[in-house]
């Protein structure tokens, strides 16, 4: 249901948040979130247009997020990079269809269910979350 792009930046985005006390590389990016760096850079130039992330370049630079995690939702992220399609006429463009048909309205209902989800966790609630798997960390297993 969502692009690589929305995927990659969600990534990107958690793992800016693990540590908003320091900027990251790209290659230091790349290496954890599992995103080819090249994409990541796309993806991250992105973000930084949209506000949510800034880039300080020199020693010691590297990206950022800008807003604070308590008020950024997953949704945030996924609309600014690649909204959610939601369908609001006909995708066949059939001129009788002046409503949507069972089909089409069904996959809407879907997509409104998944903007709803996403718009009710912040990325905040992710990164602090108290479940024993970390977004993007290995866990070490217990002996």
Do not use: W
Not at 19 to 48: E, H
Not at 71 to 83: A, E, G, Q, R, S
């Amino acid at each position: 249901m969502l692009s690589m792009t929305a995927e990659y930046a969600l990534r990107a985005v958690a793992y800016l948040a693990s540590d908003t006390s320091i900027a990251f590389s790209a290659d230091v990016l790349a290496k954890q979130t599992k995103v080819p760096r090249r994409y990541l850079t796309r993806v991250l130039q992105d973000l930084c247009a949209a506000g949510l992330v800034q880039s300080r370049p020199g020693p010691g630079g590297g990206y950022e997020l800008i807003p604070r995690t308590d008020k950024l939702t997953i949704l945030d992220v996924v609309n600014m990079v690649d909204p959610i399609e939601r369908i609001k006429k006909c995708p066949l463009g059939l001129k009788s269809h002046k409503a949507l048909c069972p089909l089409h309205a069904e996959l809407d209902k879907a997509f409104a269910a998944t903007e709803a989800a996403f718009a009710g966790v912040t990325i905040k609630q992710l990164v602090e979350s108290s479940s024993p798997i970390k977004p993007l960390c290995e866990v070490k297993a217990s002996k």
